[in-house]
Each structure stands twice: as structure tokens, then as C-alpha cells.
């Protein structure tokens, strides 16, 4: 099966920290896609930063940046600088090559605060 | 950037009504859209997944007959929850996917639906 798992369901920081969230991920394919979606209090979901699974160069986007591991399966997020309005919940995700569709993991609640 | 626009933001309905929800890709063509339901500070749950011009393909534990979903052209799929009752209220949402490209997905504003 595959499946992305986050291990963290709330973590909270102060305002300028820097904070990384955890993703692990199962799968035996070899072409994917990894994700990491905001969701803030409007729900609106909102792509924050991806990775190609044959891409060996971690993805960065501004103060976002990923740690993608693919012997280890792991794929964590990076906020610096972190900001209140980066307060949301945060789910990584992924598009597996077979399956066509985005596999969710759990999500992690994260607060930031002044 | 791609935009998908879901329609409505929040209905309220009756038990035993039907409430139609559209998921509009406004600026691409969408072979492919997927419809979402989460619970509160719940994960995203998979309900189906809309093909146009074909059958959608249900999740396991999904009735068919009371989700029903329609994708009739390459920029709209509709979602009908039939017959709804209190506990169908949630938040569901809708993503697409710009035909030929699979590892993309654009995402609606969602839309709560409480029924009374």
C-alpha cells in the first residue's frame, strides 16, 4: 500500500524560529511526486512546495525549503523565519505514479506565535 | 497559476433534500477532478475520483447512489449529495488536474454543507 504518514499532530513555535515538520512515506514505485499543501483557517488549500521523486536537488521555495530523503522515505519541511500568518495546518502528500491520485498524510497543526 | 472555482462556498439544506456542488476549472482543461471530504481537523478523505465523459470511480465505503457524480465536460464535475441527512454535514472539496498532466492538482475553496 501506500501511504504518507506525519507523525506530529500539533507543534507550535515562536514568531522568527524555524520549524520543521515531519512526512515519511511508503511506496514501491519509483516515479512520484511529493507534496506539502497549507491549509489555513479559510481552508482554502494552498500548495506550498514540491519535490520530483528523480530530482536529488531538495526543492526550495522563499523561507520554504524540504529535506527529502528517498532511501529513508522521508520528505520534511522547513519553515525559517517563521511568520504568524504561516499558522495553519500543513499536510504533505504525494502522487504516485500507478495510483494517479493525491495520497494524504494526516496533518500537522502548526502555530505561530507572537 | 491554474484556478478552480467551487460553487457553493456553504449550503444549508433540509434532510431529505438533494444539494448539487459544482467544481468549476476556470483557465485549463480537467480530464480528471477528485472530490475530497474532511472532518473537522481531520485529514483529506478521497471520495472519488470524476473522469469526463465516463463512470466515476468510487472509494471503498462511499455509496454510490448517494454521492453522485457527474463530469460532463472537460471544465465541470458536479457532486449531488441525494437524499441528505445530518450526518452527510461536512466540509468537501474539490481538486482537478489539467489533462496530461498528472502530477498537478488545483484545488476549490471548498464548500460546508450543514444539514438541518
Known amino acids: 500500500a501506500q501511504t504518507v504518514t506525519q507523525s506530529q499532530p500539533e507543534m507550535s513555535v515562536q514568531e522568527a524560529e524555524t520549524v520543521t515538520l515531519s512526512c515519511t512515506y511508503d511506496?514501491?514505485?519509483?516515479?512520484?511526486?511529493l507534496f506539502w499543501y497549507k491549509q489555513p483557517p479559510s481552508r482554502q488549500m494552498i500548495l506550498v512546495i514540491r519535490?520530483?521523486?528523480?530530482?536529488?536537488q531538495n526543492a526550495t521555495e522563499n523561507r520554504f525549503s524540504v529535506n527529502f530523503q528517498k532511501a529513508a522515505k522521508s520528505f520534511s519541511l522547513k519553515i525559517s523565519d517563521s511568520q504568524l500568518g504561516d499558522t495553519a495546518m500543513y499536510f504533505c502528500?504525494?502522487?504516485?505514479?500507478?495510483?494517479?491520485?493525491?495520497?494524504f498524510g494526516q496533518g500537522t497543526r502548526l502555530t505561530i506565535n507572537p | 497559476g491554474a484556478v478552480v472555482s467551487q460553487h457553493p462556498s456553504w449550503v444549508i439544506c433540509k434532510s431529505g433534500t438533494s444539494v448539487k456542488i459544482e467544481c468549476r476549472s476556470l483557465?485549463?482543461?480537467?480530464?480528471?477532478m477528485f472530490w475530497y471530504r474532511q472532518f473537522p481537523k481531520q485529514s483529506l478523505m478521497l471520495m472519488a475520483t470524476?473522469?469526463?465523459?465516463?463512470?466515476?470511480?468510487?472509494e471503498q465505503g462511499v455509496e454510490k447512489d448517494k454521492f453522485l457524480i457527474n463530469h460532463a465536460s472537460l471544465t465541470l464535475s458536479t457532486l449531488t449529495v441525494t437524499s441528505a441527512h445530518p450526518e452527510d454535514s461536512s466540509f468537501y472539496i474539490c481538486?482537478?488536474?489539467?489533462?496530461?498532466?498528472?502530477?498537478?492538482?488545483?484545488f476549490g475553496q471548498g464548500t460546508r454543507l450543514t444539514v438541518v
Open positions: 470524476s473522469n469526463e465523459g465516463s463512470k466515476a470511480t468510487y
Open positions: 511506496t514501491s514505485e519509483s516515479n512520484y511526486y
Open positions: 481538486s482537478a488536474t489539467p489533462t496530461g498532466q498528472i502530477y498537478e492538482a488545483f
Open positions: 502528500a504525494s502522487i504516485f505514479q500507478g495510483a494517479q491520485k493525491l495520497v
Open positions: 483557465d485549463f482543461q480537467a480530464t480528471t
Open positions: 519535490q520530483e521523486a528523480y530530482k536529488q
